[in-house]
Structure formats: structure tokens, C-alpha cells
């Protein structure tokens, strides 16, 4: 599987960003897909998940209320649109691919690149 992830930028804070995780080659090969990010010195930490076959979707609490994970199975591509940004959510992005929604990295088998999302004060 591989992910493509896009959509990263540059907004000052309150704005919002719609980030995008392209999925190919063996797409039935896992059945999660999620969201995490890593910030300047920090560990990285899973924002938020959702199933291909399941439209429950999962959050961590800082982004609960402000995030929104989606897919688009006909396309294999998986969303995650960001109201009211802060600061604080300045972080490389991640999507990664795996059989379960977890909460840590190492439950998931394949990673795209990254994307940068920096919120200015």
C-alpha cells in the first residue's frame, strides 16, 4: 500500500485546512486508515481514524470538535478537514494504513511521506 498525503500549508490561527491521504496499490490489504502528526520536538501522536467498511470514526480529545476524518472509497482517499486552528497544531501530518484504529504508531503497516501544517500566531 502506498499513501500519498497532501494538502499542508501555511494559515494563521481560526483558519482551516483540508488535508488529503491518497491510497494505492494493495488498498484491500488493511482496512484502517488514520491520521497522525508530529510536532518540533515531540512524539507522534494519533489525531484521528476511520474504517473503509465503517463510517464510525475516531478522535484524539484535542481534536475532537474541531477535526472531521472522512473517506471517499471510490477514490481510496481518506480527509481530514481542520477548523480553528492553533498554533499548537503546528506538526508534519501523517497518514498511515493498518488493519485496526489504534491510538499508537507501530499499529500501522504502511506511512505516507507527510505533510507540513504550520499555524501562525
Known amino acids: 500500500v502506498q499513501l500519498q498525503a497532501s494538502g499542508g500549508g501555511l494559515v494563521h490561527t481560526g483558519g482551516s485546512l483540508r488535508l488529503s491521504c491518497a491510497a494505492s496499490g494493495r488498498t484491500d490489504a488493511t482496512d484502517a486508515m488514520a491520521w497522525f502528526r508530529q510536532g518540533p520536538g515531540k512524539e507522534r501522536e494519533f489525531v484521528a481514524g476511520?474504517?473503509?467498511?465503517?463510517?464510525?470514526?475516531y478522535y484524539a480529545n484535542f481534536a475532537a470538535g474541531r477535526f472531521s476524518i472522512s473517506r471517499d472509497n471510490a477514490k481510496n482517499t481518506v480527509y481530514l478537514v481542520m477548523n480553528s486552528l492553533k498554533p499548537e497544531d503546528t506538526a508534519v501530518y501523517y497518514c498511515?494504513?493498518?488493519?485496526?484504529?489504534?491510538?499508537?504508531?507501530?499499529?500501522?503497516?504502511?506511512w505516507g511521506q507527510g505533510t507540513q501544517v504550520t499555524v501562525s500566531s
Open positions: 476511520i474504517k473503509w467498511n465503517n463510517p464510525v470514526t
Open positions: 498511515a494504513s493498518g488493519d485496526l484504529v489504534r491510538s499508537t504508531p507501530s499499529s500501522y503497516s504502511y
